[in-house]
């Protein structure tokens, strides 16, 4: 059975261009998490997602940040325009739903970097 | 807020050692409580779990109650291998239809033969 599949897994970009980062979660799982992972700050969710709407994008850092989610088997997290302070690993996670109990399985990951 | 408060890393020990990791929480309800860990390079993955006061999560050796009295739910181990170096992270779900978790800073294990 597969996991979570995030793509691409490393990026290095420049400053003021665009990314965009993948994700595929488990199938027949109806919740999709972002998270931002730093040194400084930690682990944080960024959005989440339930049935493939959003429900909580609170911990989104601010407008260069969108995701979206168009069917239950596809994600994107976009930053227009990068900048260097969103260097980071971002994470897609994926549960079978939203409740207290259930279990998150996350991807491997994608590491950023903008120069 | 809810809170998730672990004891700072790093943590080294030699193989066979026993190992404590501190974990405490701040909510208002009754969360569901994890520990995940993440191997160097890779993502999160769920070490244990315990859903409700005085449970008992366990899984490779590892385990941790779920203390109410003092908001707590340490990690143990009897006798750590090389193979379990990696950060252990504890979390809290407050729960909800729309719950999610909330991940404590993170402790680095580093286990030496």
């Known amino acids: 059975d597969a996991g979570v599949i995030q793509s691409p897994r490393h990026e290095v970009t420049e400053m003021g261009q665009e990314v965009t980062l993948r994700c595929k979660p488990i199938?027949?799982?109806?919740?999709l998490f972002w998270y931002r992972q730093t040194m400084m700050r930690g682990l944080e969710l960024l959005i989440y997602?339930?049935?493939?709407?959003?429900?909580?994008d609170s911990g989104m850092p601010e407008d260069r940040f969108s995701a979206k989610m168009p069917n239950a088997s596809f994600s994107t997290l976009k930053i227009q325009p990068s900048e260097p302070r969103d260097s980071a690993v971002y994470f897609c996670?994926?549960?079978?739903?939203?409740?207290?109990?259930?279990?998150?399985?996350f991807g491997p990951g994608t590491r950023l970097t903008v120069l | 807020g809810d809170s998730v408060t672990q004891m700072e890393g790093p943590v080294t020990l030699s193989e066979e050692a026993f190992l404590t990791i501190n974990c405490t929480y701040t909510?208002?309800?009754?969360?569901?409580l994890f520990w995940y860990v993440q191997y160097p390079g890779e993502g999160l993955q769920l070490l244990l779990k315990?859903?409700?006061?005085?449970d008992k999560g366990s899984n490779k050796g590892f385990e941790a109650t779920y203390r109410k009295e003092t908001t707590s739910f340490h990690l143990e181990k009897g006798s750590v291998q090389v193979s379990d170096s990696a950060v252990y992270f504890c979390?809290?779900?407050?729960?909800?239809?729309?719950?999610?978790?909330?991940f404590g800073k993170g402790t680095k294990l580093s286990v030496k033969p």
């Open positions: 996670a994926s549960s079978r739903l939203a409740g207290d109990t259930d279990t998150q399985y």
């Open positions: 199938s027949g799982h109806n919740s």
């Open positions: 997602f339930n049935n493939n709407v959003p429900i909580d």
């Open positions: 909510a208002t309800g009754y969360p569901s």
């Open positions: 315990a859903t409700k006061a005085d």
């Open positions: 979390a809290l779900n407050y729960g909800g239809s729309q719950g999610n978790l909330i």
